[in-house]
């Protein structure tokens, strides 16, 4: 059953999201041409999907993360780190978030303050913005955001992950439903988006930046080379 309904979930987002996908695609193909950077935010079990796409096999090299150690369930401060004002705008300006990059926030309900305040905080710095949420939940909550706003209503481009309210899809006859899917689904998304973005730059004749796994032969030098070729553009290193 736990199968069956993450199928049905994963079904509905290609059905209804594939388009917004594409424009998500499109939109970081632009970002790496352009020399900018990706980047992608989470807080609390969302972390797992902000965190899959980062210097991972598979992948593309010029995403980076925001994602602080507090931020996620294994701090035991997740929850009142993610409602604490200012927290995302220290985050951005570590990272040097700015015009030209593309923010990718993850957030099932997207109405805490770093989601929202990250969302706002990279408009202003020029980077486009990509939120991966549910509509069901987000549109079923207020924001805790002092400005009113949900995710969905400041990003510029929505995909919905077609989760549950609660995010946990299956009843079995316990108090609470279990099998949450926002998760196994995100990362599912973000690996579509990154697919999309390689073919892009293959038909542009561009060669993505594709880490390799560490654990096949050849992959430490491949990986080095990227080094090499794209951390100039930070300040930091973040590999």
């Not at 965190?51 to 598979?58: I, K």
């Not at 096949?216 to 030098?221: M, S, T």
Request: glycine share 6%; hydrophobic share 40%; net charge neutral.
């Amino acid at each position: 059953m736990a199968f069956r309904r993450v199928h049905e979930v994963l079904e509905k987002v290609e059905r209804t999201q594939l388009d917004n996908i594409t424009k998500a695609a499109d939109a970081i193909t632009e970002t790496i041409i352009s020399g900018g950077w990706v980047y992608t935010f989470g807080t609390g079990h969302s972390t797992s999907v902000a965190l899959e796409p980062y210097f991972r096999a598979g992948s593309l090299f010029v995403i980076d993360t925001l994602v602080d150690h507090a931020l996620t369930p294994i701090s035991g401060i997740a929850t009142p780190t993610e409602r604490l004002a200012g927290f995302a705008r220290i985050l951005l300006d570590y990272h040097k978030v700015a015009k030209g990059d593309t923010v990718v926030i993850v957030s099932n309900s997207g109405r805490n303050n770093t989601v929202v305040e990250c969302a706002i905080e990279s408009k202003n710095r020029g980077s486009k913005v990509i939120a991966i949420t549910s509509l069901t939940h987000s549109k079923a909550v207020s924001s805790q955001h002092p400005s009113g706003k949900r995710l969905f209503e400041l990003a510029d481009i929505v995909i919905d992950n077609c989760s549950e309210f609660g995010d946990c899809s299956l009843d079995v006859g316990a108090p609470s439903k279990v099998v949450p899917t926002a998760v196994q689904v995100g990362c599912t998304i973000v690996h579509a988006i990154v697919a999309q973005v390689v073919q892009n730059l293959v038909k542009k004749g561009v060669t993505p930046p594709i880490p390799w796994s560490a654990n096949i032969p050849g992959a430490d030098e491949h990986n080095k080379q990227l080094l090499a070729k794209y951390l100039h553009s930070k300040t930091y290193a973040p590999y």
